[in-house]
């Protein structure tokens, strides 16, 4: 009985706390209610974004209301790969430079939208397949992302890897079809070349728990238990008349995970329940310390890709509709804070001096003479602190059934992973091998694999054993 007693003296005291605790976060809410989007979300940790294009940025309404409203901004097109590299090697970052010039003129943070994806490749990769494509995706990665090193706030490294569909499983794509471990290569290589950046997987139909959903739960929680960096899932919330019971329950299972999530490309079918769900949205990643921002796809309705769904913030005219009260409320009601850590970068990117990592990729070695069975060749992507070797095998004058590389790693450099190869150790002398789809290489044919290392130094010429 006493216990019972005291348990309900402090479930009382406990309440009387938390009534007056929230009354004061109330009241100091309503004295500091802010105006626009991006400062609302500012005041629980948050950012509030929209999406946009270069050649938007002088068009009006459109750049009158991202200016004011918005602290956060995205590329809707200009950073992906058929934009970023229109040819092999050739980089177009105009665009992205001016997007990120605009963002840190006024304090805004970018997220980067996306280093692979099956979808909008150029053409020229989408010609590719097997290794050449593996190595063509990880030389994207560093090249992009080492262009904008330490001026993302978060990336989009892999859009829309997975099925639709009960099935749970990997979309098929050219990408796929390289090997189940690309998502990881991905994150690996974008965590080298831009190691401040939170690296996210973003896909669609992933707003509730269903069975996409679940699948990529389960491959985050893999990545954390293996150590694969990814920081945050991106929920693209491209919504239609109601919203999945479950949505906040699972932005919850992910951030218990240990990652952050976004809301990264929100849009609802203008229609009674608009508004509603608008803030419904809001309030279900305001309630989750771990979702960290929101960014809705497009200014004005007629900016949007979904043509005639009216879908998002503002009319044609920059006119706030329902549906931006119901946010800019919702947002001004106050949220849990986010965690310290999971804050965003300063606003300001580093300065415009700070080198980016040398991208390009002179030969490290000249190849051996010809006349053994086969040769290698290694070239390097280098920054301070790590590499991405590609290693060309290349058969001599008669075709092999397999080869096996040595190299020496560099002292006090480290192999974190590999592809198209099995590998022994990861520091010193580290004998490579090949795979079963790649040991056959025809007579002065070649085939390539590769690794990422930690650490710094160049590669001697390696040794070539075929059989
Ligand atoms: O720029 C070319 C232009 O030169 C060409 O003449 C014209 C002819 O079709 O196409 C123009 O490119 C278009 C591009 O948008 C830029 O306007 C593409 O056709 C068009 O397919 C592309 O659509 C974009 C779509 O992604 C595909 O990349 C949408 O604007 C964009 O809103 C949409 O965004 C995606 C996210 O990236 C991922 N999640 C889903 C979301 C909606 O589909």
Known sequence: MKTVRSVRTMVAFAATIVLSTAMAVAVANSASAASTLGAAAAESGRYFGAATNSFMLNRQPHA????????????????????????????????????IAH???????????????HSQQPQWARNMSGTALRNAMINHINRVAGHWRGQIHSWDVVNEAFADGGSGARRDSNLQRTGNDWIEVAFRTARAADPNAKLCYNDYNTDGINAKSTAIYNMVRDFKSRGVPIDCVGLQSHLGTSLDPTYQQNIQ??????????????????????????GQVTRACLAVA?????????VLDPDSWRTGANPLLFDGNGNKKPAYDAVLNALNAGGNPTPPTSAPPATTAPPATTAPPATTAPPATTPPPPGGGCSATVSMNSWNGGFVATVRVTAGPASINGWRVRLTVPSGAS?????????????????FTNVSYNGQVGAGQSTEFGFQASGNGSIPTPGCTAS
Not at 69 to 96: C, D, L, R
Not at 253 to 278: C, K
Not at 415 to 431: C, I, K, L
Request: charged share 20%.
């Open 415 to 431: 192999v974190t992973n590999a592809w198209n190869a099995d590998r022994s150790g990861n520091t010193g002398a580290v004998d």
């Open 64 to 99: 009158t209301v991202l200016n004011r409203e918005f602290n956060s901004i995205v590329a809707e097109n200009e950073m992906k790969w058929y934009h970023t590299e229109p040819n092999q090697n050739q980089f177009n970052f105009t665009a992205g430079d001016q997007l």
């Open 290 to 298: 771990r979702c960290t921002g929101i960014t809705v796809w497009g």
């Open 253 to 278: 299972r992910f951030a218990d995970l240990g990652v952050d999530v976004q809301i990264t490309e929100l849009d609802i079918l203008q229609g009674s329940n608009q508004a509603n769900m608008y």
């Open 103 to 117: 963002a840190r003129a006024r304090g805004m943070t970018v997220r980067g939208h996306t280093l692979v994806w």
